[in-house]
């Protein structure tokens, strides 16, 4: 896992605030905290309240580059918009994964999740429904000439 500090800052937080019995806690999110993590981060320090978690300091491109050469398993990002924005542009990103809920938040939406990005094509590699509702979309990404 791969996490920019906003992000880890977050989860961090609402782990510490929920239970071993929550809902918080699903198989997805227990799983995700076994794995080894990278915190990239100019503001944090170690050691950090996450299993397995290492504070990396540096460019996030750099950093992502450097451990995508040394690792023999598929890196994985989860939030992290303006990092992950970074390493697109940067055509440091593999797949992107879609999760699309059934819901418009026309007037409650937060932030537009590729606002200021670089324009991509994205080539459908995968798809399924979870629930009946929510579908999961992986597409390889190419930066749109």
């Known amino acids: ?3 920019g500090a906003n992000t880890y ?5 609402m782990l510490a605030s929920s239970t071993e019995e929550s809902e ?3 198989p997805w999110v227990t799983r995700m905290r076994s794995l080894p993590a990278t915190v990239v981060s100019t503001t944090l320090e170690g050691p950090l309240n996450w299993p397995n978690a290492t504070v990396v300091s540096g460019d996030a491109v750099d950093v992502v580059a450097r451990l995508k050469e040394e690792s ?3 890196l994985r990002s989860h939030g992290s918009l303006s990092m992950n924005r970074a390493l697109m542009a940067a055509g440091l990103v593999d797949r992107v994964q ?3 809920f059934p819901v418009i938040t026309g007037q409650t939406g937060l932030e ?3 606002q200021g990005a670089a324009d991509f094509d994205l080539e459908l ?4 429904t979870l629930d009946g509702n929510i579908q999961e979309l992986i597409y390889r990404p190419t930066l749109h000439a």
């Open 112 to 114: 537009p999740i590729f």
């Open 9 to 13: 800052r977050a989860f961090a937080r």
């Open 24 to 26: 918080v806690r699903d």
């Open 1 to 3: 896992m791969v996490f």
């Open 98 to 100: 879609v999760t699309l």
């Open 125 to 128: 590699i995968e798809s399924r």
């Open 72 to 74: 023999s398993v598929p």
